[in-house]
């Protein structure tokens, strides 16, 4: 059996490949403290989740239109109107089942073979992969550790050539929780004009920062992008609400349309009922998501604390998402281990704690730890990791 070209290129989620092998060694009895998903581990509110129930039960069980519930669409307009002074209505936005799908449409409607596509990293590990889809090429610019990891609009312009045609970013950040800076995302906006390029901003976490950090949206800038650009966005962290399948992109109108249209044949709406219980969620206000980012706060602090006590641990704070992304190449030199794939694979099987290897995200010498798991289990981590490379 041939299979596609188009997909040959293309790697399993390493991220998800981590929760698999957690799952098996669960089931062989093992006792296993799981650092690798970005999933929160709160259940959904129950104010969201009772909408959903109320959709069932009141029949809110058919087809949508393809984009989504009208009110749903409008209601995330406005949440940018209010928080980013923008003026877009329901036909900025599309939604999606889940962010993942949001980001596919946006590349597919954008990129295509020639295309040259930046992609800062250390990234998220579906960057490449749907660049990769779109037959266009991911063209990686470095974000350094002394510089905090945040992206420099100066090696953006390093890397382009007449090919570039896009830039993605992630901020919040995974895996490194770096926040950009307004100035840096205003000089993007700034470079993405006078170099006709489309930005593309990933906003999944933008309601996870710490410390008085700001998330600054790619929307308070759109106004000055000539139409070339799109906001990804997920109900998926803010909310826990990861297996409900809701996300959006937001951007100019005929893009919107573009996708629309796009979507009607791929994967018709997303779900009736998740986007009952979406807008729920964005009509709760900030007490839906609010308790649980002052939870993640704390485990975030706890977190930093003990990896600075462990040898050959080094980590940069991390100002958003709920992931540190420690550099351990001291540890894995100490070790005799020469990649971060085997110095994941050695905390499990030593320390029975699961990590993503720094490499999954395009960078060796790191591993990224989840903290969206219990206090209690942070501190049992901490602990086993800390006698394991003893
Ligand atoms: N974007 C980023 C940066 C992510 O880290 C993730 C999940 O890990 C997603 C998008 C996926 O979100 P969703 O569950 O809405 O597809």
Redesign the pocket.
């Known amino acids: 059996m041939r299979i596609a070209a188009r997909l040959l290129g293309v790697s399993a989620s390493p991220?998800m490949a981590v929760m698999q092998e957690v799952q098996e060694l669960r089931a062989q009895g093992v006792d296993i403290i799981d650092l690798g998903p970005?999933q929160p581990d709160f259940d959904t509110p129950e104010l969201i989740c009772r909408a959903g129930i109320a959709a069932i039960e009141e029949g809110f069980t058919r087809y949508t239109p393809a984009a989504g519930t009208k009110e749903l669409r409008q209601a995330v307009a406005e949440k940018y109107n209010r928080d980013c002074g923008t003026s877009f209505d329901f036909s900025n936005v599309v939604i999606t089942s889940?962010?993942?799908?949001a980001?596919y449409n946006v590349c597919m409607a954008v990129f295509q073979a020639g295309d040259e596509v930046l992609n800062p990293s250390p990234y998220?590990v579906?960057f490449p992969e749907v660049v990769k889809l779109t037959r266009a090429v991911p063209v990686t610019v470095p974000t350094m550790q002394d510089e905090s990891f945040i992206l420099s609009p100066e090696r953006v312009r390093e890397k382009l050539t007449e090919k570039t045609r896009g830039l993605i970013v992630?901020t919040p950040n995974?895996p490194t929780g770096a926040v950009l800076p307004r100035e840096v995302v205003f000089e993007l906006a700034e470079l993405g004009r006078e170099r006709n390029l489309f930005l593309l901003f990933?906003e999944?976490?933008e309601r996870f920062t710490y410390g008085g950090k700001i998330h600054v949206s790619l929307a308070e800038v759109a106004e000055e992008l000539d139409d070339a650009f799109a906001i990804?966005g997920?109900?998926?962290?803010t909310y826990a609400m990861?297996g409900w399948?809701?996300?959006y992109c937001v951007g100019p109108r005929f893009l919107m349309q573009k996708i629309t249209e796009f979507q009607s044949h791929e994967t018709g709406n997303p779900c009736s009922i998740s986007q009952q219980a979406a807008l729920a969620a964005l009509e709760g206000g900030v007490e839906s998501f609010e308790s649980m980012r002052r939870e993640y706060e704390k485990r975030r602090e706890y977190l930093l604390q003990g990896l600075e006590t462990i040898p050959g641990y080094r980590c940069v704070e991390p100002d958003g998402t709920f992931y540190a992304f420690p550099e351990v190449s001291a540890s894995m030199e100490r070790m005799g281990i020469s990649g971060s794939v085997d110095y994941a694979n050695f905390l499990i099987q030593e320390a029975r704690v699961a990590t993503v290897p720094g490499s999954a995200f395009g960078l060796e010498g790191h591993i990224r730890l989840s903290y969206a798991t219990s206090m209690k289990n942070i501190e049992e981590a901490l602990e086993r990791i800390r006698t394991a490379v003893a």
Request: aromatic share 14%; charged share 15%; net charge positive.
């Open positions: 991220t970005g889940g962010a993942k799908h980001l998220w579906t992630n995974n990933d999944t976490y990804v997920s109900f998926s962290k990861t399948r809701v996300g």
